[in-house]
């Protein structure tokens, strides 16, 4: 296919620039060299694939988008395909030629008839059509958000297919005084008008420190007023048409009402040897704010804002504030400075002294969770060998939508327990920041034990306001455990294996006593738990990130960064470990610079709750650590829809000798799923059975907790001042 590409690349070139209005000189220079060079990478990484443990998730649905057609479904296409999975393509109306012309280009090659199939349709409503089918496998989807946050809603009738975005989120430029200016403003012409200002991921922000301010601004009017404009098939010309006349339209009234609303100056560079109504004129737009339409909905067009700053801190504060999570590009000559504030910003790409948006931007928050990077964007499209595949039986969304509103509701009957003939005379407490806390409403729910079926003794029953309580505080502990050494982390957790050790006889004496295990059995995962939190206090300051190669003269830095709140529900698995099950889970996400709110197994909670007289003395942070216990899906449903919780782990119950989920839980993980999109939260779904490989502790998946713990960086290091070439 990469060959093929080659042969036939002018015509793709005709297609790209005909139906998307980019000059055909940006398609070719920068788009088709890296449509090249990507189906070459893939081609190669196929050898490097481990299906021992994998598997392909199945049918992947890409959805494209008319700002970069081409070069971003060859983004999806080609490590699905690699992964062994089969694809429909629904690429935009707007601009389906290059999408053909491709699947022309992968017939030629060899590929087999019913690998890539494609449909085309005028309107949106193939959208749920395709992401409402529970056959779907796995969806990647490049747009709007709204759009996005739609087919998340679609697709939740299949909780087990994943969903791939990449939507809204324009980039930003930092410029310090240390800067190159001539280079930088280069920069800024390159980035703003890539694909003419309508891709997602355009620059529309620029940050200038004050000390150079006005000499930046001279230097940017001089080079906008020398633009060439006029026919986008034309080499020569810098700036094509926007391909949607909404866009136009929504362009021309965000600038009124900077003017009008908003007090800005805006000064736009005339237009030649042009009638059409999508061919704008370029603008520069001064004493802009942060909270007007043209930068809470990224109004695409080519326009720069010119923001001015004083210190460095308050430009990271600055680029910080925004809802999306995209690309930042750092220009200074002072290479300390730019890796600290790269290390500072929360966003996932950051380019230094360059713009290579061609090349993919990894995008968190707000702007969907899709890896740029090789290894890994195959991950998205593989599956465990433990991770369920069920087929899930064909519903309205109607009936999802039922059945998402009554989840979590309680029922009439959860009144106070009668405190009789208890094993154990104790009432457990909540743990939420550090301190054992009664639950708001003072309520209290029976645990038996499993051995007489007889009560053993009362835990709290958790509510709304001690899930909010419990986000909170570990949203407030998150930005100091963040922040600590690897090193230091590590220590707290040898501390608590240690710790752990010495008491394990009061573990044993309750699992003996809570369950039907042998003394045996109920030692071997007292030993696995403190392997496991050995294992993750081990790799705490060894896995941080990794140099990745680049087909440019420079470095890639991918840095591995937590998540934030975490919040995870522990199951009931058929295998009865509960402690171990809970104790993995927990550790593998503070280890990573996270902080948790634990939900501990609504049947056998008493183990877990012992925990906590163990991070009141092992130098355990407070807030890190919370632990809720109470109705599972009640818990699960309040926690889903705090804003503050950055990903939901679910370990959903199945039945006994099957892999078949328990009723009840598809409902919770279709409501997870369909609760997700409003914030583009992360959520994983495993199985609450532990995952051993023969009888000891499966560390493929203890890799994979490690790896949903965390979220990727990319630090795109140019080198060429000494060799150019």
């Known amino acids: 296919m990469a060959r093929n590409v080659q042969k036939h690349l002018n015509i793709l070139v005709a297609c790209e620039s005909v139906c998307s209005g980019r000059t055909s000189r940006e398609v070719k220079d920068l788009d088709m060299a890296q449509v090249v060079k990507t189906l070459y990478y893939y081609a190669g990484s196929s050898a490097l694939l481990n299906l021992q443990e994998y598997s392909p998730v199945g049918t992947v649905a890409i959805f494209g988008y008319f700002d970069s057609s081409l070069l971003s479904l060859v983004n999806k296409l080609a490590p699905a395909l690699v992964s062994g999975n ?28 019913g690998v890539i199939n494609l449909v085309t349709c005028q309107n949106n409503q193939i959208y749920n059509l395709v992401s409402s089918d529970s056959r779907i496998n796995c969806i990647c989807f490049d747009g709007k958000t709204n759009t996005g946050q739609e087919l998340i809603m679609q697709s939740s009738i299949n909780p087990w297919s994943k969903t791939l975005l990449s939507v809204e989120g324009k980039s930003s430029m930092i410029v310090f005084e240390s800067a190159d200016l001539d280079s930088a403003i280069e920069t800024v012409v390159d980035g703003c008008f890539y694909s003419n200002g309508q891709h997602r991921y355009s620059l529309n922000k620029v940050f200038v420190q004050e000390n150079v301010y006005e000499i930046f601004l001279r230097r940017l009017e001089n080079r906008f007023s020398k633009l060439r404009h006029g026919n986008h098939m034309d080499k020569c010309n810098d700036i094509g048409l926007l ?20 007090g800005a100056k805006v000064k736009q560079f005339s237009i030649l040897e042009s009638n059409k109504s999508a061919q704008l004129a370029p603008a520069i737009i001064q004493n802009t704010s942060l909270n007007s339409e043209i930068n809470l909905n990224e109004i695409n067009g080519p326009y720069v804002q010119l ?105 009439a009957c959860s009144a106070i327990p009668v405190a009789n003939n208890l094993t154990q005379d104790k009432t457990y407490k ?247 999109n409003f ?31 965390t979220q990727s960086k990319y630090i795109h290091l140019p080198m060429g001042i000494i060799f150019a070439n």
């Open 86 to 113: 089969t694809c429909l393509i629904v690429p935009h109306n707007l601009n389906p030629l290059s999408a053909y012309m491709l699947i022309d280009i992968a017939v030629e090659s060899g590929l087999p008839n």
């Open 243 to 262: 391909i949607d006349s909404k866009d136009a339209e929504n362009f021309k009234k965000a600038l009124n009402q900077q003017t009008n609303e908003f």
């Open 307 to 411: 923001i001015p700053f004083r210190t460095v801190k308050e430009s990271v504060q600055l680029v910080n504030t925004t809802r999306f999570g995209t690309a930042v590009c750092l220009y200074s000559q002072n290479i300390s400075l730019v890796m600290e504030v790269a290390y500072l910003l929360n966003h996932a790409t950051i380019w230094i002294n360059s713009f290579p948006i061609e090349r993919g931007v990894q995008t968190r928050k707000q702007s969907g969770n899709y890896s740029i990077s090789g290894i890994k964007s195959l991950k998205n499209f593989l599956r465990f060998k433990w991770q369920s595949n069920e087929h899930v039986k064909q519903e309205t969304f109607e009936n999802i939508q039922k059945n998402i509103k009554s989840f979590g509701s309680l029922s």
């Open 430 to 676: 909540l743990y939420i920041g550090g301190k054992q806390q009664r639950p708001d409403t003072q309520s209290s729910r029976e645990v038996k034990n499993f051995k007489t079926l007889t009560a053993y003794c009362l835990v709290p029953d958790a509510s709304r306001k001690d899930v909010r309580n419990a986000v909170e505080a570990a949203n407030s502990a998150f930005g100091s455990w963040s922040k600590r050494s690897n090193f230091n982390k590590a220590q707290i957790l040898y501390y608590f294996a240690e710790i752990f050790t010495q008491k394990s006889q009061i573990f044993l004496e309750k699992l003996k006593h809570l369950t039907s295990k042998s003394d045996l059995e109920c030692e071997k995962e007292l030993t696995m738990c403190a392997n496991v939190i050995n294992y993750f206090a081990g790799i705490c300051d060894k896995y941080v990130g990794r140099l990745n190669d680049t087909t440019e003269y420079g470095y890639l830095m991918e840095i591995n960064e937590p998540l934030g709140v975490v919040a995870i529900v522990c199951g009931h698995g058929a295998k009865f470990t509960p402690l171990l099950s809970f104790v993995q889970h927990l550790v593998g996400a503070i280890a990573h610079g996270n902080t948790v709110v634990m939900v501990a197994d609504e049947n056998m909670p008493v183990p877990c709750l012992d925990l906590y007289e163990i991070f009141d003395t092992c130098d355990m942070p407070a807030g890190v650590v919370n632990i809720l216990t109470g109705n599972k899906h009640h818990l699960t449903k309040h926690l889903a829809e705090h804003q503050h919780v950055a990903s939901v782990w679910y370990l959903y119950d199945q039945k006994e000798n099957s892999n078949e989920l328990v009723e009840s839980e598809l409902n919770a993980l279709q409501f997870v799923k369909y609760t997700s």
């Open 679 to 709: 914030s583009l939260k992360k959520y994983w779904f495993v199985p609450s059975e532990v995952q051993l490989d023969q009888h000891s502790l499966d560390k493929v998946y203890l890799n994979e907790i490690g790896s949903n713990s």
